[in-house]
């Protein structure tokens, strides 16, 4: 999950970028035929469950659509719209969503939907880019509208229509394009309008094709999520199957066949996604998992002892805690620079990582966290379409790599992940802990890096974590979270003059970390940290709060 700028992620679930893996390139450790036939092999839940389909043609929202249809206990797959017939080979496909995007459906070159949208004989959802999509490659006309319509705007639905099924006849909807449809195709009648749109809603009922010309993913089209239930539930015909409970059953039984009697690896980090995917898993195969826990002494206060406790003493699993704080800190001695720092931490843990390792004999399998955003946005969506980046989990990789990969959160989104870790029964501090950056508490220490840094920071951490959540405010928030700055001010306490460090203190609210607004915390709590903080650790003579948003700042300071 982003939390910054340029990320450096968890470390421990990134343990193969540097690590070539000669630990394990003998033949006694390779992998045999059949096992390579079941690393290929996904966890891919779209086999077992009625899905629904996103073709994304570049809209900001096309992952939050995704997310908005799994939110309904629907599987929805995500693809780029140049995806071959073939993707979808295998599965129970009972809709498509065409998503928006910022082309003009007339304009040269604009992507078009593949002709298995239309032949596949499913209803499909055209929304904004998709609407005009839908318009105009079945013999409609659109051009572009005499006025833009960006944000918020009022659509009135006239007749009746199985799309706006329990709704009022005026909705309040969230408006982004400067298209209109002109003509619509033969078999298609309007289903609402709006202010500058005669037709913001079009709908042929007998082929189940409806488009949209508001965007209901988004948190301000307040009805939306009714809108995209009664497509995926009412139109489509989808069961609701996609739950914790199923997804964990399957998921089990799938690990087990890709792993048969092999040993697995996983590198443990505190971080959810780890440890949600230790814990499935461990539950598939048990002692033939081994967890190894770095320990870089860049944590929060008492972290590190949670990850015993609840992996080796509560789930009695094989877990390898390794203290390597003083290579760290060694590592990081005399580094100012954030990026240096990044690096420096990644190949130390590389190193400590690799020599755990080999102890382990006979591992055929490399347990990741790998989540569906790292999958979706290391892919490169089309002719023209951008590259977020590549992440570690899925580009990362060697190409001699000799384990094969075991990793079950694939196709799953953060809160997903959450959920399932809440059917595991993982603790729920460690399950709704808020996203920490890989290199921990190193790029929250501005400056050089030192022990007692650290511990100024974390006490100063610790204390804003208490009582944002004595403020029941912990789950409203993206991230809190305590800085030290590098800089020292003069300062009065009691008589005497002091010269101490600034603490910052950070918090935002967020879906997805993409864009972050700070928060605007209640005064009174404010005021309750800044005097804590003042008053019980050592060092520190003033608080200050972050109130720049993500753009143009970022969640982290480094």
Not at 139 to 166: D, I, M, N
Not at 309 to 332: G, I, P, W, Y
């Amino acid at each position: 999950m982003l939390s910054g700028g340029r990320q450096f992620v968890d470390p421990s679930s990134q343990l193969l970028v540097a690590w070539r893996m000669d630990a394990v390139t003998d033949e006694t450790r390779g992998l045999t035929k059949a096992e390579e036939a079941q690393q290929q092999a996904a966890i891919d839940p779209a086999t077992a469950h009625q899905s629904i389909v996103v073709v994304d043609f570049g809209s900001q929202f096309s992952m939050l659509i995704a997310r908005r249809v799994r939110e309904l206990s629907t599987y929805c797959e995500f693809l780029p719209y140049d995806a071959p017939r073939e993707r979808i080979a295998g599965q129970d496909v009972r809709g498509i969503i065409l998503s928006g995007g910022p082309n003009s459906v007339y304009e040269e070159g604009a992507p078009m939907a593949p002709d298995w949208v239309w032949e596949l004989g499913v209803p499909v959802l055209g929304i904004c880019y998709g609407m005009q999509l839908m318009a105009h490659q079945l013999g409609g006309k659109v051009a572009p509208g005499r006025e833009r319509e960006y944000g918020p705007a009022s659509v009135v639905t006239t007749g009746e229509s199985p799309l706006f099924h329990g709704l009022p006849e005026k909705l309040d909807v969230w408006m982004s394009h400067g298209d209109r449809i002109e003509r619509i195709p033969d078999g298609f009648e309007p289903a609402a309008r709006s202010a500058n749109s005669p037709v913001a809603v079009m709908a042929n009922r007998e082929r189940g094709y409806y488009g949209l010309q508001f965007h209901p993913e988004v948190a301000h089209t307040p009805r939306g999520k009714e809108i995209l239930s009664n497509f995926v539930h009412k139109i489509c015909g989808a069961d609701g199957s996609w739950t914790p409970g199923n997804f964990i059953d399957e998921t089990v039984a799938s690990i087990r066949e890709q792993v048969g009697d092999g040993r697995v690896i996983c590198g443990l980090s505190g971080g959810v996604d780890s440890a949600v995917a230790a814990a499935l898993v461990h539950r598939a195969v048990g002692d033939q998992l081994t967890c190894i826990f770095v320990d870089n002494g860049l944590l929060r206060a008492g972290e590190a002892e949670e990850v015993v406790e609840t992996f080796r003493r509560n789930m009695q699993m094989n877990l390898v805690h390794v203290d390597a704080s003083d290579q760290f800190l060694a590592a990081l001695a005399e580094v100012t620079n954030p990026e240096t720092k990044r690096v420096r931490i990644g190949n130390t843990f590389v190193r400590v990582f690799e020599r755990e390792s080999r102890k382990i004999e006979d591992a055929r399998f490399l347990c990741q966290g790998t989540l569906y955003p790292d999958v979706i946005e290391s892919a490169s969506h089309g002719s023209g379409a951008v590259k977020i980046k590549t992440h570690h989990n899925v580009g990362g990789l060697p190409p001699d790599m000799k384990l094969g990969l075991v990793e079950p959160l694939r196709y799953l989104f953060k809160d997903e992940v959450r959920r399932i870790g809440e059917a595991l029964g993982l603790p729920e501090e460690m399950v709704w802990r808020h996203p920490f950056p890989g290199p921990g508490l190193a790029i929250r220490v501005l400056g050089e890096v030192t022990y007692e840094k650290l511990e100024i920071l974390r006490a100063a951490d610790r204390i804003v974590m208490d009582e944002v959540k004595n403020a029941g405010l912990y789950r409203e928030l993206w991230q809190s979270f305590a800085v030290l700055t590098d800089s020292k001010t003069v300062g009065v306490m009691g008589d005497f003059r002091t010269y101490g460090y600034a603490v910052a203190i950070r918090a935002v609210v967020a879906d997805d970390a993409m864009t972050a607004d700070w928060a605007r915390l209640p005064h009174e709590l404010l005021a309750r940290i800044s005097n804590r903080i003042v008053n019980e650790v050592d060092g520190v003579n003033r608080v200050v709060y972050d109130i720049t948003p993500k753009p143009p700042g970022t969640i982290e300071w480094e």
